[in-house]
């Protein structure tokens, strides 16, 4: 109902209020009215005054109408061609009462009061205007008991514009709605319910809030502990078609839909998307359209535990708790999740608490392009990590466990660790803390392709190692261990140093008065090999005193021109040396050598004097 049409009723009441004089005078005398209804004929339904006099002269009891017939009770007929009202019905006086009840009895069809307006002019069918300060509605309607019927039933039919009903309120700064609409009681029921039957376009329900004032197109707000929705939405039949559908536009702030939920302890969600049956669609779509800023979908909590968004994917069927899709070229992530603020919790937070195996907490591709499966920046002064990974529990399984399948193409890592920037830090760092038998960093390589199980590489002209490796605590164990087996050729630890620049191929480095070794090599069983292998112009340059466990003393008795030495790591084409380290009297002659059992020593006589000797036992290349 438009401004112009609202103050048509209240100029046809005035009107009414104006012409009252013109169509009926207060009655005055109750039996002259009487007299006046009886001569216009005991079948005449209608009664037509057409005089100005005033026909009573006291105030009336209940004046009764009553027709057996067809023929309505009272009929009311104004044809004047001015303004004027068919029947104006007033209600003076303190006390309570309506102007107009119309009551309709019986178990007969029947309405209590139908309004038409017919004809082409502009006009109502019904038009209730309620004026004053006081408490009141313009419109009461009650449909009692509990049969079926509606409180109020509005039809529109024509193909032309209009609406089945259109409320206006007007006030600039007072509370009040175009239409209110109370169910009280426990029955089921709506406070409204809107229909749209047939297959034209149009909504069951379309709220509209235009001009610059606060408010909302469509305001739901569900009251008290019981069960039930502040909006509830169906949508069936196969037919395309929105559930809900929220459009926002215009330059202002504001949502296309906003959610809220109060309550400190009860259950429930800000906002609930449930997808049931087999058909494809989800349980809520987010999308976001054109060049400006601005999220397919935002969560936002604040406040006490709980989670800004949490999803649940239930079922047997294959199906992800969230997919995340970025098409289109423009920039932007799949999936963007950032931790703002002073308190504690994750950017995101993903687990896979599955019995079933060979599943993920975070399983990520990159196919295609340039780019990476996953990129962790840690910004900021703080303490913090670009990305933390753990793996707790007995089961067997990494931390991290990265796999490159490229069969072509450019070279790739696995893992690629890029540390940049002017202050400290490593670009890779394994910690294996606790008492549990474990590693710092393990670099496997394993099938027949050439590599390496781990490389350190650094080019700087700045001082630093490719690979520093630091054993601190009580605990046994090493800084590195380097295994190599299988059959292939390859060393279990390869050390180049290229260029000219000065430095160390490999640098093994002890400090402190504990026992240890700067660097520890170990070769094993019989086959060939050796546990360090030196190749150069000089193949080993040792600076200090060096041991070798092939080095021992032995000693000849007095009288004696030999003696044997027990060593099994005498062979075939070993090398002994033997210093004497008194005067025997008499000179060495020759070693006789007994391969995997020791050697004998000759002397050229027998000693004048017992004598002790050291000997050094090498084996040619």
């Given amino acids: ?105 019986n178990g007969a069809n029947g309405t209590g009061v139908i309004a038409e307006r017919t004809g082409t002019g502009n006009g109502n069918g019904l038009g209730a205007f309620r004026s004053g300060g006081g408490d009141g ?34 006030a600039d700064n007072v509370y009040g709605d175009a239409i209110r609409a109370e169910r009280f009681d426990a029955g089921g029921g709506h406070g409204v319910i809107g229909i749209r039957s047939g297959s034209g376009s149009g909504d069951g329900v379309l709220g509209v809030r235009i001009e610059d004032g606060v408010g909302n197109g469509v305001d739901a707000f569900r009251g008290g502990s019981g069960d039930g929705n502040a909006v509830a939405a169906f949508r069936e039949a196969g037919g395309p078609g929105n559930a809900i559908y929220a459009n926002r536009s215009g330059d202002g702030d504001g949502h296309a839909i906003h959610t809220e939920r109060y309550g400190d302890v009860g259950y ?193 002209p700045a001082p630093g190692h490719a690979i520093e490796a630091s054993r601190t605590g009580d605990g046994e164990g090493d800084s590195i261990i380097s295994n190599r087996t299988g059959p292939g050729h390859g060393a279990a630890v390869a050390a180049y140093k290229h260029d000219d620049g000065t430095g160390f191929a490999l640098f093994g480095h002890h400090d402190g008065s504990a026992e240890g070794d700067a660097l520890f090599a170990r070769r094993t069983d019989a086959g060939p090999g050796a546990a360090v292998h030196a190749v150069g112009n000089i193949g080993l340059l040792v600076e200090g005193r060096s041991r070798f466990s092939s080095v021992g003393s032995g000693s000849i008795a007095s009288e004696a021109s030999s003696v044997t030495v027990p060593n099994g790591v005498v062979g075939d084409s070993s090398h002994i040396s033997v210093t004497l380290l008194g005067d025997a009297g008499v000179a060495l002659a020759w070693v006789d050598r007994d391969p995997l059992t020791g050697f004998t020593v000759h002397l050229t006589g027998p000693a004048t004097s017992a004598v002790e000797f050291t000997y050094f036992v090498v084996d040619p290349a």
């Fill in 1 to 105: 109902m438009s401004r112009a049409s609202t103050r048509q009723i209240q100029d046809e009441a005035a009107a009414s209020d104006a012409n009252a004089s013109d169509v009926m005078a207060r009655p005055r005398d109750r039996r002259a009215f009487l007299a006046a209804v009886a001569g216009a004929g005991a079948g005449a339904a209608a009664v037509a005054l057409s005089g100005p006099a005033n026909v009573l002269a006291a105030p009336p009891n209940t004046a009764t109408f009553s027709s057996n017939t067809q023929a309505p009770a009272v009929k009311a007929t104004n044809s004047s061609g001015s303004a004027g009202t068919a029947v104006l019905a007033e209600r003076s006086g303190g006390q309570d009462g309506a102007a107009v009840r119309a009551i309709r009895s």
């Fill in 137 to 170: 509605n313009a419109i009461v309607a009650f449909r009692e008991p509990g049969g079926t019927g509606h409180s109020i039933f509005a039809h529109r039919d024509g193909d032309e514009d209009g609406h089945a009903i259109m409320a206006e309120r007007h």
């Fill in 268 to 460: 429930g969600d800000g906002l609930s998307g449930a997808r049931h049956d087999g058909g494809p669609g989800q349980g809520v779509n987010g999308e976001r359209h054109g060049s400006g800023a601005g999220s397919a979908v935002r969560a936002y909590h604040d406040g006490g535990a709980g989670d800004a968004i949490e999803v649940q994917r239930a079922g047997d069927a294959d199906g992800q708790g969230l997919a995340a899709h970025r098409v289109g070229a423009g920039y932007g992530h799949a999936l963007w999740a950032r931790r703002n603020e002073e308190g504690g919790g994750a950017g995101a937070w993903i687990e896979n608490v599955s019995a079933m195996d060979d599943q993920h907490a975070l399983h990520v591709i990159r196919d295609g392009a340039s780019g990476n499966a996953i990129v962790a920046l840690r910004q900021g002064e703080a303490f913090g990590h670009g990305l933390t990974v753990r793996r707790e529990g007995t089961g067997h399984g990494s931390a991290i466990e990265a796999f490159n399948e490229s069969e072509s193409g450019e070279y790739a890592d696995s893992i690629l660790s890029v540390r940049s920037g002017g202050s400290p830090g490593s670009a890779l760092r394994g910690l294996r803390e606790g008492s549990g038998e474990g590693n710092g960093l393990v670099g496997t390589r394993t099938g027949d392709g050439g590599g390496t199980g781990l490389r350190g590489e650094n080019d700087s």
